[in-house]
């Protein structure tokens, strides 16, 4: 595998930290992968290496207020974390112009990816893989604690708190979570400003999802009690190419699971099965 970091000078001047992964061979096309809320993308090692053993390169980065990328941690916009999609599509087209890129995104990066192929009006993507996306909570938020967010988001949006997340709800093996607490890179926190602004977004990606019209895997774990598998399904059931995997018995991080082979290898045959369009 070769390895090269790079940056991206995003909206705002923040610079984004990012790796390339190629195959000592030819790529036969490129993914990118946006990862999810206070990770960043060094938890994607394993889903790395299996797309380049496959000769398929990978684009990955950290997300503004992510990992060694520049930013409040925990804070951002939708709109302003597709700016930072496209930068790294825009550096991904650059280097290599005559192959098919893919998008992959998990948890607040489904939300992500959802969104940045709504508003996509090219043919820049061949396709996308949508992991456990953050459309919905799968659990009713308090309703005190909603309001007090609200009025933060409008006097404070910027403010941040604890995300509350709880890394045992990651995934049944144990080290997931330890090597999560353990990681210095991991943050957690998010501001009012970030929540409504997926929030929103979900909606969006709910109404909008007939504008999909690209191929696209969308997958989530049976057993997720963070992000809403229903509202997944609804979302892949408005897409007229989308394909919908739930992963039995996994919890939000199929791909860091028990059954992570089997789950990474489905991504993987899946973009192999559309390199041809």
Request: some cysteine.
């Amino acid at each position: 595998m070769i390895k090269e970091g790079f940056s991206i000078i995003s909206s705002g001047g923040t610079n984004l930290y990012g790796m390339q992964f190629l195959p000592e061979s030819q790529p036969k096309g490129i993914i990118c992968i946006i990862h999810g809320l206070g990770e960043h993308m060094g938890r994607y090692e394993f889903v790395i290496e299996k797309f380049v053993e496959s000769d398929i390169g990978v684009y990955a980065f950290d997300l503004r207020g992510h990992g060694r990328s520049e930013g409040k941690r925990g804070h951002g916009s939708v709109l302003k974390l597709l700016n930072d999609i496209q930068e790294l599509v825009i550096l991904a087209r650059r280097d290599f112009n005559d192959l098919p890129i893919f998008l992959f995104g998990h948890s607040m990066g489904g939300n992500l990816v959802a969104n940045y192929l709504i508003r996509l009006i090219s043919s820049e993507i061949r396709g996308a893989i949508i992991s456990s996306p953050w459309i919905k909570l799968s659990f009713k938020e308090p309703k005190l604690k909603y309001l007090m967010g609200k009025i933060m988001n409008s006097l404070f949006p910027t403010v941040t708190f604890r995300n509350e997340l709880n890394p045992d709800d990651f995934a049944h093996d144990k080290e997931v979570g330890i090597r999560y607490r353990n990681d210095k890179l991991v943050h957690h926190m998010i501001s009012a400003g970030l929540f409504f602004s997926i929030k929103k977004y979900g909606h969006v990606a709910l109404e909008r999802a007939s504008l999909i019209e690209i191929p696209v895997l969308v997958t989530h774990g049976e057993n997720d009690s963070i992000l809403s598998l229903p509202a997944s399904q609804e979302f892949a059931g408005e897409i007229t190419k989308a394909e919908y995997k739930i992963w039995e018995n996994a919890l939000h991080e199929p791909h860091n699971d028990f059954d992570k082979e089997i789950v990474v290898q489905h991504y993987v045959d899946w973009v192999k099965q559309h390199l041809i369009s």
